[in-house]
């Protein structure tokens, strides 16, 4: 869950840190308060998509951090953290995110420094937001799929993994088929290259190594009256007569005399020795070099133009000798297909149909699974919607079949509901108001809560638009999702707010001209009134203040009820 929230010079928040619990968190306040601003927080911290908007007038970066406590040791998260390489202690994940002026952003976990992308992953297995304007899910007919496969994740599991594996390796092939099945123009003009390209590298024989070989002996070419005049003059100096070696060689025989009898002289005498005989080795070795220098001038014209031979196919083939021997092989293999082309064909084509035939029956499997599911969720799902006074809804959960194989399989999956009798289902989005999806949401939430692993869920006011029982009934669903799941909710309706088990209150204030965001958790007398005056509005009479009572009283036997057949799994 997540145990502390903290926020730094973010929109009209200078600095705030709050503690949250387990169970239903309720936020409260007047309209431009905040509320929404700390669930924008949350969500960047979780990795959404940030702008310099977000930080504070004056401040040069808006600091967000959060604290989760992972109690569940098969909680998805950990899986994500292992994978980024990134320790856990004390069951601690801390989530850090940093927004600059300059529009970059900073992201830690556990201190250590991840891309967004990391950051979104795991934000996204530890809270999930949403909002009253953001049933994509549910609008979206693709997204259908996923929801049932999250429904049915035990069954499909292995199936979706073997299916998955043979899916990638069909798509593959069907990729690689289609770069085979080329129309004959092309075919032709295309072996043309290849057969110019293999003639051309196989005429250079180019080999590892070789440049920079030639590179050496272009420059001692280019510079040959130099390395003759310098090594010529070494040797002179070393062997001439009366030059270096012979004063040597006398110091030598005077030193070696010394030696015999003088002991202190028989480490300087092997000393000079020893430089006397390598210096003539090294005036023999320079004699050897004089001896074999020549210049050719038509030498250095053949590594000028073997020189330039590697530059033009450089410019043609790759930036390097490696790459353009990787070249060589790919087309000589290519070139090889196209010539073969009809043989590889039917080869690949009988694959092909192996393959679909595995799929197939594998993508049966998953329909059979998933169709079981179906049933399960459209039952489980209108039990939900008569206790959020939806009693004649009918949910169905549509297959269609594909004439082709895409990565869920064959099966084609859409929501369809019928909202009133005598009407026949049609699909959820186009149907569905704006409360029956918020219902639905909800409805969905509190069968996924208890198996999906998220650790916080966040409901930013999805319960506009709705009073009366419904508001009621959305309360106690809202309840219910924080039986499984911590529950953190922004909320107008004085129902939702009874049903808290922790409820905080946001005001904004002006000091000293300049805008600021507050957060604190109000006790049972400053409850009743909140509560009164989300009953009222802005006045709050005795009678509002017996309502409100009546209301949280009631919300406490109710919250009894509901979980006394329930183990609280934080």
């Known amino acids: 869950m997540l145990r502390e929230l903290s926020i730094r010079n973010f929109a009209i928040i200078e600095d705030l840190t709050v503690s949250f619990s387990e169970g239903l968190t309720v936020l409260t306040g007047e309209t431009g308060a905040g509320k929404s601003i700390i669930i924008d927080a949350v969500h960047l911290l979780a990795g959404g998509r940030g702008n310099t908007e977000f930080i504070r007038h004056g401040a040069r970066k808006a600091e967000l951090g959060g604290l989760f406590q992972i109690s569940n040791s098969t909680h998805p998260v950990l899986k994500k953290l292992e994978e980024a390489g990134i320790e856990i202690e004390e069951d601690t994940v801390i989530l850090r995110r940093d927004l600059n002026d300059s529009g970059k952003s900073i992201c830690r976990v556990n201190g250590k420094l991840v891309p967004l992308s990391v950051l979104r992953e795991i934000g996204g297995s530890l809270i999930d937001i949403h909002g009253q304007h953001e049933n994509q899910e549910l609008m979206d007919e693709k997204q259908h799929i996923n929801l049932l496969d999250q429904f049915a994740e035990e069954q499909l ?208 499997e998953l329909s059979t699974v998933r169709k079981a599911a179906a049933q399960q969720l459209s039952e489980a799902i209108m039990a939900e919607l008569r206790e959020l006074h939806m009693e004649k809804a009918k949910f169905i959960v549509n297959f269609e079949e594909l004439q082709y194989f895409d990565a869920n399989g064959k099966d084609q999956i859409i929501f369809y509901i019928s909202t009133n009798v005598g009407e026949p289902p049609k699909s959820l989005p186009k149907i569905a108001s704006g409360g029956e999806l918020s219902r639905m949401m909800l409805a969905l939430k509190t069968i996924f809560s208890s198996s999906n692993g998220i650790t916080s869920i966040i409901f930013d006011e999805v319960d506009t638009g709705v009073s009366g029982r419904v508001a009621q009934a959305i309360a106690e669903k809202i309840a219910a999702v924080s039986i499984n799941s911590q529950v953190l909710c922004i909320s107008h309706l004085p ?3 009874a049903m808290a088990d922790h409820h905080y209150f946001i005001k904004k204030e002006v000091e000293h001209d300049r805008t600021f965001t507050s957060l604190s958790e109000i006790d049972q007398k400053a409850r009743i009134e909140e509560v009164s005056r989300m009953m009222s509005g802005t006045e709050i009479t005795a009678l509002t203040l017996q309502h409100a009572t009546e209301l949280l009283t009631m919300a406490e036997e109710r919250k009894k009820q509901m979980r006394s057949p329930y183990s609280r799994n934080s």
């Open 157 to 364: 599991l292995s199936i979706q993994k073997t299916y998955s594996e043979q899916y990638e390796e069909y798509r593959l092939l069907k990729k690689d088929l289609a770069s085979i099945s080329i129309d004959e123009q092309l075919m032709a003009q295309r072996i043309d290259l290849y057969q110019f390209q293999i003639k051309e590298l196989e005429e250079a024989n180019l080999r590892l190594g070789e440049e920079d070989e030639l590179l050496d002996e272009r420059r001692r070419l280019m510079n040959y009256n130099k390395i003759f005049e310098r090594s010529r003059a070494a040797y002179e100096a070393i062997q001439g007569e009366s030059k270096g070696l012979d004063w040597i060689g006398n110091a030598m025989g005077a030193l070696d005399d010394a030696a015999t009898v003088d002991e202190q002289f028989k480490e300087a005498s092997e000393a000079v020795t020893t430089a006397f005989y390598a210096l003539q080795d090294a005036a023999y070795q320079v004699k050897n070099v004089l001896d074999e220098l020549e210049f050719d001038p038509a030498r250095l014209n053949e590594v000028e133009q073997r020189l330039a031979l590697f530059q033009n196919l450089k410019r043609k083939y790759g930036s390097t000798v490696e790459d353009i021997l990787a070249y060589f092989e790919k087309i000589k293999i290519e070139l090889n297909e196209l010539l073969n082309r009809d043989e590889i064909l039917q080869v690949k084509e009988r694959r092909v149909l192996e393959m679909e035939s595995v799929l197939n029956e594998l993508a049966t």
């Open 495 to 497: 129902q939702v707010a």
